[in-house]
């Protein structure tokens, strides 16, 4: 409903409530006003004819009682002489009791005595009869009485008698009721008419007429209707067959009627001035607010529909209409103001995508000067779709909210990438497209630097082992896809670099990680790629080859470049690597599968010495997978926890003999006895016992037994000298009570110390040489005597050799598959044994294997030996039986050299 409908409807509602009550009221009051005026007149009127009426009643009674003091003789005279004409009177009779007759007669207008009729003389009779009745004090009396259809005033007396008492007489002294309302109607300048006394005024209900007559305080009482009045008049003393006397005015109520004209003159102006008043102020309505709205209007929907925010008002004069333009005006330039210092880029197209609001900040972004006009220019002049969520075009006018990175021309038609939220508003009919552009290019740099950070390696600048597992994933999918694709990954893996880390500091190892790095990269760059996988590890991806010579050639290579020594701070060292290398990669393998094997490759060949290359392809892991591993990793935890409650994991002796063929001890090795797999070697789980965490029990376990062995073989075999020897890895050294618990078990099985040896490896010195040292020393104390395991293997420094209570050196299995390779190797294990024999350490050869190594470790002076030449890991009981035939030693070295 419009403004005008509105305010035309108030002020009619406004006229209708306040107005009509009034006007209604005031009329009626003036109505009911006027009508009591009415009726105090008419009232007035009808107690002048009560007065005229008791005045004539009255003086009918005085004449009634001055005849009656006549004696009869002298009433017969009169009535027979005719002289009581000269009374003003229309009938008077005398009605004997004693005869019951009746004299008497009427006058009528002309003078003339009409002796009553029989009819006359018997009505009469008969009311006064019912008037005298027993009770003759009621005489005299006066009023109304209807004899013969005649009304009559009368005035009645009784007539005293002197003559017999008996007798009595009535007289009757009456005027005829018409006769006297005629010249006092005439004095009362009325329409007068008497009704019957059955006739119900028309003025009064039966209901308010019943009322009245019943209640005498009413006598004399009028009433008014709408256009006649009538009186109702009843004296106390009314006989008769008339006691009742109506007066039926009909005069017109002029007063009334000039009233009603009045008022309906007075309603006509009232509905002209209202009209009036009401068209003229819906003139100045329209004149002095509906136009100026109607202005504001046309304004407000240039901005609506336009997006023109740059539009005001104009100020027309100082009224409230001004006051709400200037309100709307700084609105619109609070909104401006807002849009303009907006800081990122907001533009709002129309349907058709035409650019309709552009704030400073796209300018800003696309590099527009100041005067440049973006509006009415197509959104597609500017942007430019990267990622089809949502944009230009199909995708503009989508209802939902789009997110999408996009690319924008700038002015000068460089491009710069963004962010673009995108909504789509509706304002009645119209939709429009509301784009907020966020500027991306610090982002994209850091989003670079991210990726850089999350798939290169910081120190080095190679791809890391995130960037590694990806392009893993991309060559198994060229395998699918491209036929005859090969590739192979070598892992690489630094040799005992825990050693150089204690040796060099973090910072020195850093830098020979980084020399290692690149010298990788230097031999491998244009045909392979290389990753740092962790710390020590690499990864090198060699595309389109399976040759296991070009394989080996190329390792060979890098494994000369990288022994080439580094030094740091003064400080150098000779870096050494191992190669695990995966061949024959199938288009079924996975990458877990890839990283298993690799591992796998590396195992073995750090158990042959440092610096090896081990190769393994997809068949051989397989193949190795079903005899060697057969746990997943998730499982295993639970199965070695079983395997220890339930004593799966049982010591195997391997001797170690004197190179003269004399049994010198054993070496306690583990093996599990898997009710399912049957015996598997350390290789199978020692790995995934160090990841589990389990080794520290295995050690515990494998030491307990060699502890309770030896007690009982020093107790079957006194006559022997013999040792037996338990290893104790780098996880179960660092445990705080492993260096007791040796020593507990000791004491528990009251073994002679001499008879235990606990082997360690170099590994247990790198993070605290000192508490390393405290620990053996405490072992030493003791009476255990300690062998370094491994020997020659690591980083392996002198001081180890001064400082540490070490009473064995264990040349490791390496050195001693190479001894015939060259001379340097041979050269090598030979100082390593005078060193030993200098600083007064035994030396055991690990490893042995056939006569020629026995024979050349004799003339080096070597003095024991442990491998297969000698014997395979045994059961204790097959172990025990060496003890008992200790000669058989001594036949194995007479036998001639090969």
Same mark, same amino acid.
């Given at each position: 409903?419009?403004?005008?409908?509105?305010? =035309?409807?108030?002020?009619?509602?406004?006229?209708?409530?306040?107005?009509?009550?009034?006007?209604?009221?005031?009329?009626?009051?003036?109505?009911?006003?006027?009508?009591?005026?009415?009726?105090?007149?008419?009232?007035?009127?009808?107690?002048?004819?009560?007065?005229?009426?008791?005045?004539?009643?009255?003086?009918?009674?005085?004449?009634?009682?001055?005849?009656?003091?006549?004696?009869?003789?002298? =009433?017969?005279?009169?009535?027979?002489?005719?002289?009581?004409?000269?009374?003003?009177?229309?009938?008077?009779?005398?009605?004997?009791?004693?005869?019951?007759?009746?004299?008497?007669?009427?006058?009528?207008?002309?003078?003339?005595?009409?002796?009553?009729?029989?009819?006359?003389?018997?009505? =009469?009779?008969?009311?006064?009869?019912?008037?005298?009745?027993?009770?003759?004090?009621?005489?005299?009396?006066?009023?109304?009485?209807?004899?013969?259809?005649?009304?009559?005033?009368?005035?009645?007396?009784?007539?005293?008698?002197?003559?017999?008492?008996?007798?009595?007489?009535?007289?009757?002294?009456?005027?005829?009721?018409?006769?006297?309302?005629?010249?006092?109607?005439?004095?009362?300048?009325?329409?007068?008419?008497?009704?019957?006394?059955?006739?119900?005024?028309?003025?009064?209900?039966?209901?308010?007429?019943?009322?009245?007559?019943?209640?005498?305080?009413?006598?004399?009482?009028?009433?008014?209707?709408?256009?006649?009045?009538?009186?109702?008049?009843?004296?106390?003393?009314?006989?008769?067959?008339?006691? @009742?006397?109506?007066?039926?005015?009909?005069?017109?109520?002029?007063?009334?009627?000039?009233?009603?004209?009045?008022?309906?003159?007075?309603?006509?102006?009232?509905?002209?001035?209202?009209?009036?008043?009401?068209?003229?102020?819906?003139?100045?309505?329209?004149?002095?607010?509906?136009?100026?709205?109607?202005?504001?209007?046309?304004?407000?929907?240039?901005?609506?529909?336009?997006?023109?925010?740059?539009?005001?008002?104009?100020?027309?004069?100082?009224?409230?209409?001004?006051?709400?333009?200037?309100?709307?005006?700084?609105m619109l330039m609070a909104l401006d103001e807002l849009i303009s210092n907006v800081p990122d880029p907001l533009i709002l197209c129309g349907a058709d995508g035409a650019i309709l609001l552009a704030n400073a900040s796209t300018?800003?972004?696309?590099?527009?000067?100041?005067?440049?006009?973006?509006?009415?220019?197509?959104?597609?002049?500017?942007?430019?779709?990267?990622?089809?969520?949502?944009?230009?075009?199909?995708?503009?006018?989508?209802?939902?909210?789009?997110?999408?990175?996009?690319?924008?021309?700038?002015?000068?038609?460089?491009?710069?990438?963004?962010?673009?939220?995108?909504?789509?508003?509706?304002?009645?009919?119209?939709?429009?497209?509301?784009?907020?552009?966020?500027?991306?290019?610090?982002?994209?740099?850091?989003?670079?630097?991210?990726?850089?950070?999350?798939?290169?390696?910081?120190?080095?600048?190679?791809?890391?082992?995130?960037?590694?597992?990806?392009?893993?994933?991309?060559?198994?999918?060229?395998?699918?896809?491209?036929?005859?694709?090969?590739?192979?990954?070598?892992?690489?893996?630094?040799?005992?670099?825990?050693?150089?880390?204690?040796?060099?500091?973090?910072?020195?190892?850093?830098?020979?990680?980084?020399?290692?790095?690149?010298?990788?990269?230097?031999?491998?760059?244009?045909?392979?790629?290389?990753?740092?996988?962790?710390?020590?590890?690499?990864?090198?991806?060699?595309?389109?080859?399976?040759?296991?010579?070009?394989?080996?050639?190329?390792?060979?290579?890098?494994?000369?470049?990288? #022994?080439?020594?580094?030094?740091?701070?003064?400080?150098?060292?000779?870096?050494?690597?191992?190669?695990?290398?995966?061949?024959?990669?199938?288009?079924?393998?996975?990458?877990?599968?890839?990283?298993?094997?690799?591992?796998?490759?590396?195992?073995?060949?750090?158990?042959?010495?440092?610096?090896?290359?081990?190769?393994?392809?997809?068949?051989?892991?397989?193949?190795?997978?079903?005899?060697?591993?057969?746990?997943n990793i998730l499982t295993l935890q639970a199965s070695m926890q079983r395997a220890l409650l339930s004593s799966e994991f049982v010591a195997y002796f391997q001797p170690i003999c004197q190179l003269s063929s004399r049994l010198?001890?054993?070496?306690?090795?583990?093996?599990?006895?898997?009710?399912?797999?049957?015996?598997?070697?350390?290789?199978?789980?020692?790995?995934?016992?160090?990841?589990?965490?389990?080794?520290?029990?295995?050690? @515990?376990?494998?030491?307990?037994?060699?502890?309770?062995?030896?007690?009982?073989?020093?107790?079957?075999?006194?006559?022997i000298s013999f040792f037996i020897s338990a290893n104790a890895s780098g996880a179960s050294f660092k445990d705080p009570g492993f260096v007791h618990f040796v020593c507990d078990r000791i004491q528990e099985e009251d073994l002679?110390?001499?008879?235990?040896?606990?082997?360690?490896?170099?590994?247990?010195?790198?993070?605290?040489?000192?508490?390393?040292?405290?620990?053996?020393?405490?072992?030493?104390?003791?009476?255990?005597?300690?062998?370094?395991?491994?020997?020659?293997?690591?980083?392996?420094?002198?001081?180890?050799?001064?400082?540490?209570?070490?009473?064995?050196?264990?040349?490791?299995?390496?050195?001693?598959?190479?001894?015939?390779?060259?001379?340097? #190797?041979?050269?090598?294990?030979?100082?390593?044994?005078?060193?030993?024999?200098?600083?007064?350490?035994?030396?055991?050869?690990?490893?042995?294997?056939?006569?020629?190594?026995?024979?050349?470790?004799?003339?080096?002076?070597?003095?024991?030996?442990?491998?297969?030449?000698?014997?395979?890991? =045994?059961?204790?009981?097959?172990?025990? #039986?060496?003890?008992?035939?200790?000669?058989?030693?001594?036949?194995?070295?007479?036998?001639?050299?090969?």
């Open positions: 409903m419009s403004l005008l409908k509105k305010f =035309l409807y108030s002020v009619l509602g406004l006229l209708v409530v306040l107005w009509a009550p009034m006007t209604f009221n005031s009329g009626r009051a003036i109505f009911a006003n006027f009508e009591a005026v009415e009726k105090r007149i008419f009232v007035r009127d009808m107690n002048r004819f009560d007065k005229y009426l008791q005045v004539e009643k009255e003086t009918l009674l005085q004449n009634a009682v001055d005849l009656a003091a006549y004696n009869p003789a002298l =009433l017969e005279k009169i009535f027979a002489a005719g002289e009581i004409h000269i009374l003003p009177i229309q009938m008077i009779a005398l009605l004997d009791f004693s005869t019951g007759t009746m004299k008497g007669y009427q006058i009528d207008a002309a003078g003339r005595r009409i002796p009553v009729s029989p009819a006359f003389s018997q009505d =009469l009779t008969q009311s006064i009869r019912r008037i005298y009745g027993e009770e003759t004090s009621l005489f005299p009396v006066s009023g109304l009485l209807k004899i013969d259809e005649k009304d009559f005033i009368v005035g009645i007396t009784p007539v005293p008698t002197h003559e017999r008492q008996d007798t009595q007489s009535v007289i009757v002294v009456g005027e005829s009721l018409e006769k006297f309302l005629a010249p006092v109607f005439r004095v009362l300048e009325g329409d007068f008419q008497l009704l019957d006394p059955e006739q119900t005024p028309p003025a009064i209900s039966p209901q308010e007429l019943s009322q009245i007559t019943d209640n005498p305080e009413h006598i004399g009482v009028a009433f008014v209707s709408d256009k006649e009045a009538v009186v109702y008049y009843s004296p106390a003393n009314i006989f008769g067959q008339r006691d @009742k006397l109506f007066v039926h005015s009909n005069v017109k109520r002029l007063v009334y009627k000039e009233v009603i004209r009045t008022l309906a003159n007075r309603y006509v102006w009232i509905v002209l001035l209202s009209s009036s008043t009401l068209i003229l102020v819906l003139v100045v309505f329209d004149k002095l607010i509906l136009s100026r709205v109607k202005k504001l209007q046309k304004i407000a929907d240039d901005i609506s529909y336009k997006w023109q925010v740059h539009l005001r008002i104009p100020l027309e004069g100082n009224d409230e209409i001004t006051c709400l333009s200037r309100s709307f005006n700084t300018r800003e972004l696309l590099g527009c000067q100041e005067g440049t006009g973006l509006v009415q220019l197509p959104f597609d002049s500017i942007f430019i779709e990267k990622e089809k969520t949502a944009g230009p075009g199909d995708g503009l006018l989508k209802d939902e909210e789009n997110v999408f990175e996009a690319t924008m021309r700038r002015c000068d038609g460089s491009l710069i990438p963004v962010e673009i939220h995108q909504a789509t508003l509706t304002f009645g009919s119209n939709a429009y497209t509301l784009s907020i552009a966020r500027d991306l290019t610090e982002r994209k740099v850091m989003e670079a630097r991210l990726v850089k950070m999350a798939f290169y390696d910081s120190q080095t600048g190679l791809p890391n082992r995130h960037y590694f597992l990806d392009e893993l994933e991309k060559e198994l999918r060229n395998i699918k896809t491209i036929p005859y694709y090969a590739f192979c990954v070598v892992f690489v893996n630094m040799d005992k670099f825990k050693l150089v880390n204690e040796q060099m500091g973090p910072r020195g190892a850093d830098q020979v990680i980084v020399k290692v790095a690149e010298r990788i990269s230097g031999i491998t760059m244009g045909f392979a790629s290389v990753f740092r996988l962790s710390g020590d590890e690499f990864g090198i991806i060699i595309r389109g080859t399976n040759s296991r010579e070009y394989v080996r050639s190329l390792l060979q290579r890098i494994q000369h470049m990288l #022994n080439i020594p580094v030094s740091i701070d003064g400080k150098t060292v000779f870096p050494s690597a191992s190669f695990g290398v995966v061949l024959d990669i199938q288009a079924s393998n996975t990458s877990s599968q890839i990283l298993s094997w690799g591992t796998d490759a590396l195992i073995k060949g750090k158990k042959r010495g440092i610096g090896t290359i081990t190769f393994l392809t997809s068949e051989e892991s397989t193949e190795e997978s079903k005899h060697h591993q057969p746990y010198a001890g054993f070496e306690a090795l583990v093996r599990w006895i898997h009710p399912k797999y049957g015996v598997l070697s350390p290789g199978a789980f020692i790995p995934q016992a160090e990841e589990t965490g389990f080794i520290t029990e295995i050690d @515990k376990s494998v030491i307990s037994q060699a502890i309770r062995t030896a007690k009982k073989w020093s107790a079957d075999y006194p006559e002679d110390p001499r008879y235990f040896v606990l082997e360690v490896t170099e590994g247990i010195f790198i993070e605290s040489l000192e508490a390393a040292n405290a620990k053996l020393k405490i072992l030493r104390d003791f009476g255990v005597k300690i062998a370094l395991d491994d020997f020659g293997t690591g980083y392996s420094s002198l001081q180890y050799m001064s400082q540490l209570p070490i009473n064995y050196i264990k040349i490791d299995k390496s050195f001693i598959d190479q001894l015939f390779l060259s001379e340097k #190797n041979s050269l090598m294990v030979r100082s390593i044994i005078n060193m030993a024999r200098d600083l007064n350490f035994d030396v055991v050869a690990e490893g042995v294997e056939n006569k020629d190594q026995i024979h050349w470790l004799e003339e080096s002076k070597c003095s024991k030996g442990q491998g297969y030449f000698f014997s395979c890991p =045994l059961p204790s009981e097959e172990a025990e #039986n060496l003890l008992a035939d200790a000669k058989i030693f001594e036949e194995l070295r007479q036998e001639p050299l090969s």
